[in-house]
Nanobody, 126 residues
Framework: QYQLVESGGGFVQPGGSLTLSCSIS????????IGWFRQAPGKEREGLVC????????KYGDSAKGRFTISRDKLKKEATLQMILLETEDTAVYYC???????????????????WGRGTQVTVSS
């Protein structure tokens, strides 16, 4: 069992940067992949990026390529999402998620993840 708590959301102007954190408690993270997702009002939850259990495999969705960076710290039991060049279209609730994963791979498909945080709001506005 895992509990995930996102933090770091807030207001930012277009072109700005923000770093989100996902604090994870519960079982060992040795066999877990972590993903970041977002959901804008009236839209489906979108997969942004994921990182494999050893960090050797990272997969980016189209919205995240070139602007978002994922990382994980096993000792701190934390994952982060660094976002730059934010646009108004990035306004959404951002979620981190975790799934048990034996292989050092990951995917950004929503249905693949078993554990979810409650999300943190990111608003990009001038």
């Amino acid at each position: 069992q895992y509990q995930l708590v996102e933090s770091g959301g807030g207001f930012v102007q277009p072109g700005g940067s923000l770093t989100l954190s996902c604090s994870i408690s519960g079982s060992s993270l040795d066999y877990s992949a972590i993903g970041w997702f977002r959901q804008a009002p009236g839209k489906e939850r979108e997969g942004l990026v994921c990182i494999s259990r050893r960090g050797g495999y990272i997969k980016y969705g189209d919205s995240a390529k070139g602007r978002f960076t994922i990382s994980r710290d096993k000792l701190k039991k934390e994952a982060t999402l660094q976002m730059i060049l934010l646009e108004t279209e990035d306004t959404a609730v951002y979620y981190c998620a975790l799934r048990n994963q034996l292989k050092d791979v990951c995917e950004i498909r929503r249905g693949a993840y078993e554990y979810w945080g409650r999300g943190t709001q990111v608003t990009v506005s001038s």
